[in-house]
């Protein structure tokens, strides 16, 4: 059975001071998405425009930095980047990846789970902001 691995978003919203990578986003929907990885996945890992592919106790200081400024060209080799680091703690053959966050990102990094073998699932494809907080406030509801 392949191991159930979540590739979640980071968030705008921010501490002001160096955090590892679990701490430092603050948002409502990342909040939350960590407690539904904390339930339902063996193993998350983040992701986010400027440091690219995050493990949870990896210690960042806060930036302000989009993926939306990116080039085409740079929004694809970020993604690579994010994937080809994925590929150094989780082997394709043995995990289901689900990816967690806005198009913006996805839309890239789909493409790139694809070329390196890993197969995929969106849980949240097509919900908006609201409706993704209320999915993740039942999921988490119904986990107790």
Known sequence: M???IGLLATARKKLHHPATAIELY???LFVKSVHYAKEHYDAFYFYSAKEGFLTQD???EPYNVSIKNFSSKEKQEWARKVIDELLTHEK???TMVFLHG???YREHLQPALT???YQFEVPLQG???GNQLKWYDEQNEASK
Do not use: D, L, N, T
Request: a positive charge.
């Open 102 to 104: 806005g198009w913006v």
């Open 2 to 4: 392949k191991r159930k």
């Open 26 to 28: 603050i948002s409502p």
């Open 115 to 117: 070329r390196a073998g």
């Open 92 to 94: 394709p053959e043995e």
């Open 127 to 129: 919900y908006s902001i």
């Open 58 to 60: 990896e210690r960042i």
